[in-house]
């Protein structure tokens, strides 16, 4: 059943990265990005931050949503056509979770990442950080190619902040030009916070580098939702149980609280 509802979420999820999603345009302290006047082939003008995600597709972001389109659907950008679309800011990184929190408190959680080798050579092995707060999972920690093959997790050196750096040997190398996604796969300890018969769900956000993150969050069979901050892109049913989808895009260490307190 665990299997099955996983390929169901995955297969929502990948709708979800092609609908138009809620997104935020304030930053806090990213003044900086700069806001263009989008205008489509179609006649709509569409005012916002402008982002790429894909080679030749976009993310249009405005205060209450975000578009997904291709290069070949604008017209002109700032009252001018272009030639090359300029942009506000890179996506440095594509990241997608999968978390379900499990009757125990645990939380089972999948984080895929999409990579591409830009290089000239087969990429033949992913190195990366991991926090303090991170290694305490590292027992059930496991990476997974876009195959299915599990690679195991090797500790390599440490970090200054005391955390440590580890990697994994591809099964299969990532060949020059190639793009594809690598999922980390680990349960986190019962981190809902309990107070009284309450429980809450939050994630904080504080990226080392920019990303475009879409969050799920699958809550127990039966949980009654007291709130939902801020309000989620969709709220699903899926197999009777609840499924929150959150998407936004971070500047490296924005902290957003993402929020939610329900009953189980």
Aim: overall charge negative; cysteine-free; charged content about 25%.
């Amino acid at each position: 059943m665990k299997a099955r509802r996983f390929i169901l979420v995955t297969s929502l999820l990948v709708a979800v990265a092609l609908a138009a999603a809620t997104l935020w345009m304030r930053y806090g302290p990213h003044a900086g990005p700069t806001i263009h006047k989008v205008e489509l082939k179609d006649g709509e003008l569409v005012e916002g931050l402008l982002f790429p995600l894909y080679d030749h597709v976009y993310v249009v972001q405005t205060e209450d949503r975000s578009i997904i389109i291709d290069a070949s659907e604008i017209r002109g950008v700032d009252g001018e056509q272009i030639r090359s679309v300029p942009i506000s800011g890179d996506v440095v990184v594509v990241h997608q979770t999968f978390e379900e929190i499990l009757p125990t408190g645990e939380i089972d959680i999948r984080s895929s990442i999409r990579h591409r080798n830009t290089g000239s050579k087969p990429m033949r092995e992913l190195r990366w950080g991991m926090g303090l707060h991170e290694l305490e999972y590292l027992d059930t920690y496991e990476k997974l190619d876009v195959f299915g093959n599990s690679m195991p997790v090797e500790v390599v050196g440490d970090l200054p902040n005391g955390g440590k750096q580890v990697k994994v040997d591809l099964l299969r190398p990532l060949f020059p030009g190639e793009e594809t996604w690598y999922t980390s796969h680990f349960v986190y300890p019962a981190t809902p916070l309990l107070q009284g018969d309450v429980w809450t769900y939050r994630h904080m956000g504080r990226y080392p580098d920019s990303r475009l993150v879409t969050r799920s969050v699958l809550l127990p069979e039966g949980a009654r939702i007291l709130s939902i901050e801020p309000e989620p892109m969709y709220k699903l049913q899926v197999d009777g149980r609840l499924l929150v989808v959150w998407r936004r895009y971070f500047f490296r260490d924005d902290v957003v609280p993402w929020e939610i307190r329900f009953r189980p």
